[in-house]
């Protein structure tokens, strides 16, 4: 499966790598795995919403923006070894910023898993974690991190 085909056949590109915020680098490989930093949604450097998921912002819409952060984190592993290497997702933890009652952070969190299921088939089902927390970094809804496994 080829996943540059397959992303121009779901409509999408991959943006440039999000600049780092802080002191760390978005993707670093050791061995056969590239551990991929938490990644925004952003696009050209700005966040696409602010605020709580569950108060402002909608459970679709916060699944929409942790789409957007997975397509962030294929921009930081293609930047660093291509994507047509990539064997296998293997790890996604998502972070969901969620209002006092909001239990629907696995829902969330699917916007990124469906995405790297679209674009590398069965090499896209992983494991994974979605947790709700008070804050993220820059009031963002939604933080999505991965280890990916490579030839």
């Not at 590239?34 to 909608?58: D, E, H, I, R, W």
């Not at 933890?93 to 696995?106: D, I, K, L, N, T």
């Amino acid at each position: 499966m080829d996943p540059y085909a397959k992303l121009a056949e779901l409509g999408l590109e991959l943006p440039p790598v999000a600049p780092p915020a802080a002191a760390y680098v978005p993707a670093v490989q050791t061995g056969k795995h590239v551990y991929v930093s938490g990644q925004l949604p952003t696009v050209n450097g700005k966040l696409l919403a602010t605020g709580k998921v569950g108060a402002g912002v909608s459970p679709d819409q916060a699944k929409d923006l942790a789409e957007r952060c997975a397509l962030n984190i294929l921009a930081a592993v293609d930047a660093l070894v291509g994507l047509e290497n990539v064997v296998k997702v293997v790890k996604v933890v998502g972070f969901v910023a969620s209002a006092e009652g909001f239990v629907g952070q696995p829902q969330v969190i699917n916007g990124a898993s469906e995405l790297f299921g679209a674009v590398f088939g069965e090499a896209g089902h992983h494991a994974r974690s979605a947790v709700g927390v008070a804050e993220l970094p820059l009031n963002t809804p939604v933080e999505v991190e991965a280890i990916v496994e490579v030839a």
